[in-house]
């Protein structure tokens, strides 16, 4: 049985990539800072072995592995941390927090996966960036940095451990009705302006990103690495589409 592991597996798309690797055969690490979350997943799965782990800890992340055991085949960096408002009122302890758990955490994982993986010669990381670290979200502070900056970290793990067999992608969600969102869009006002901009006309699911990681996982992505593949219906490239145009002359 392949083994993989979760980070951020309490709720949201963490849970629902863990439940997808569930059913297609995976034993799952589900790991999470809070308990009572990942506990409550693992009495619904089976295969599911529920870790307590802080990943900005190297020793809390080490633990972690070893009571899982065993080289893990998949590793899907998934925990994060958003601290909301301007820059200009952003404090230097939420940005650094943001920056500990988003980047310095995703690098101290990746790293003790991939130092195990190396000896199998063979395993797939997925990172989890965002469409905030490809064009900035005003008002969401030090996230859309740490976002871009783990797709920019994806490209050179891809590079580095790729010799290993090792291959190292990401996944860029866009309005994802899930997890930190979540309560965002419980409002259907902003459901509705933000679903009706999305070119599919429609928000995306944990499903939708839970998808798009397993296939990165798969043997049908044996050759891809290095890559940031948006989940986000196309309104990444919709920005022109949003924005008013007169027809030129005789049109």
């Known amino acids: 049985m392949k083994k993989a592991i979760v980070t951020g597996a309490g709720g949201g798309i963490g849970a629902c990539i863990t439940e997808l690797a569930v059913n297609l055969g995976y034993r799952v690490a589900a790991i999470d800072v809070q308990p009572g979350s990942v506990n409550e997943l693992a009495d619904r799965l089976d295969n599911v072995i529920p870790l307590i782990a802080d990943i900005t800890d190297p020793e809390s992340v080490r633990e972690a592995f070893d009571v899982f055991g065993g080289v893990p085949d998949l590793l899907v960096n998934n925990a994060g941390l958003v601290r909301f408002g301007p820059l200009e009122?952003?404090?230097?302890?939420?940005?650094?927090?943001?920056?500990?758990?988003?980047?310095?955490?995703?690098?101290?994982?990746?790293?003790?996966?991939?130092?195990?993986?190396?000896?199998?010669?063979?395993?797939?990381?997925?990172?989890?960036?965002?469409?905030?670290?490809?064009?900035?979200?005003?008002?969401?502070?030090?996230?859309?940095?740490?976002?871009?900056?783990?797709?920019?970290?994806?490209?050179?793990?891809?590079?580095?451990?790729?010799?290993?067999?090792?291959?190292v992608n990401a996944v860029a969600p866009g309005f994802i009705d899930a997890g930190m969102s979540a309560p965002f869009f419980r409002d259907q006002a902003v459901r509705e302006q933000r679903g009706g901009g999305v070119p599919l006309r429609r928000l995306g699911t944990a499903e939708d990103v839970a998808k798009a990681v397993m296939f990165l996982a798969s043997d049908d992505a044996a050759y891809i690495s290095g890559q940031e593949i948006a989940i986000d219906g196309g309104v990444i490239n919709s920005v022109l589409a949003q924005l008013p145009r007169e027809r030129p002359a005789g049109q």
């Open 89 to 167: 009122d952003l404090s230097v302890q939420d940005f650094q927090d943001v920056v500990n758990v988003n980047l310095v955490g995703s690098f101290i994982v990746a790293k003790e996966a991939a130092a195990r993986m190396k000896t199998a010669g063979s395993g797939a990381i997925v990172n989890i960036t965002s469409m905030g670290g490809i064009h900035p979200a005003p008002g969401s502070g030090a996230y859309g940095a740490t976002k871009s900056g783990l797709a920019q970290m994806t490209q050179l793990m891809s590079v580095e451990w790729g010799p290993y067999g090792i291959r």
